[in-house]
């Protein structure tokens, strides 16, 4: 079963513009990570935020969480065409083997 | 440093057919999954080695998926008979340990099934 949700499911933007993603998890979480896959490529990980962390930053990225929530949102900014790519949020809830699960995905479009 | 394998990229096959993957981890990587991943949603795991035994197979359909890891190193999963719900990309990726957390991908299989 999927864990966390993102939103919105598709974003379209212009260059230079910044993108906000959303995500939503259930259950208690060790940590939340965000990876990006290109179309018909296997998936990169971006960053990691830990369940005792609030806010997150690399370079262009910002990522904050909100435990109380169960929610993390994922900023991107001066966006590039470059970043266009499907955006997944994957939570980590511990235990003995670490497992990753992944929502459905934000599918990002930046135009030139 | 060389990433995750994957072969074949690309299979196209009829249902009730057989089909296998290949994929062989970041050298050094102890740990290995395989994840299905439908059109428009996002990864699933199927199953999680730790070198050559089975960590979490929880999802993986048994009666007809199959994964192994003989050596440790590279890895083979089977569809036997593959079915039309079958159709999907099948990712491999590979961490260092169970407890590193960046998981780091191959570019996966996209399987047809008619």
């Known amino acids: 079963s999927q864990q966390g949700e993102e939103d919105p499911q598709a974003l379209s933007i212009q260059e230079g513009e910044n993108a906000t993603m959303n995500c939503s998890y259930k259950t208690s979480i060790n940590n939340l990570q965000w990876y990006r896959q290109n179309s018909g490529r296997g998936l990169v990980h971006l960053i990691l935020?830990?369940?005792?962390?609030r806010e997150k930053h690399s370079g262009r990225l910002r990522v904050t969480l909100d435990t109380s929530k169960k929610s993390s949102s994922l900023l991107i900014t001066a966006s590039r065409a470059a970043d266009t790519a499907s955006y997944f949020c994957a939570t980590n809830s511990g235990g003995s083997n670490y497992k990753l699960t992944f929502g459905k995905g934000t599918l990002l479009t930046v135009n030139p | 440093e060389a990433g995750v394998a994957q072969s074949p990229r690309y299979k196209i096959i009829e249902k009730r057919q057989s089909v296998a993957f290949w994929c062989n981890p970041i050298?050094?990587?102890?740990?290995l999954y395989w994840y299905q991943q439908i059109l428009g949603q996002g990864p699933k795991l199927l199953i999680q080695f730790q070198n050559n035994g089975v960590v979490d197979d929880s999802q993986l359909p048994k009666d007809r998926f199959s994964a192994e890891r003989l050596k440790g190193v590279d890895s083979t999963l089977k569809i036997q008979p593959a079915k039309l719900e079958d159709s999907a990309v099948y990712l491999c990726?590979?961490?260092?340990?169970?407890?590193?957390?960046?998981?780091?991908f191959g570019p996966g299989t996209r399987l047809l099934v008619l």
């Open positions: 050298s050094g990587h102890a740990t």
């Open positions: 990726a590979s961490s260092l340990t169970s407890e590193q957390e960046t998981q780091y």
């Open positions: 935020i830990r369940s005792n962390e």
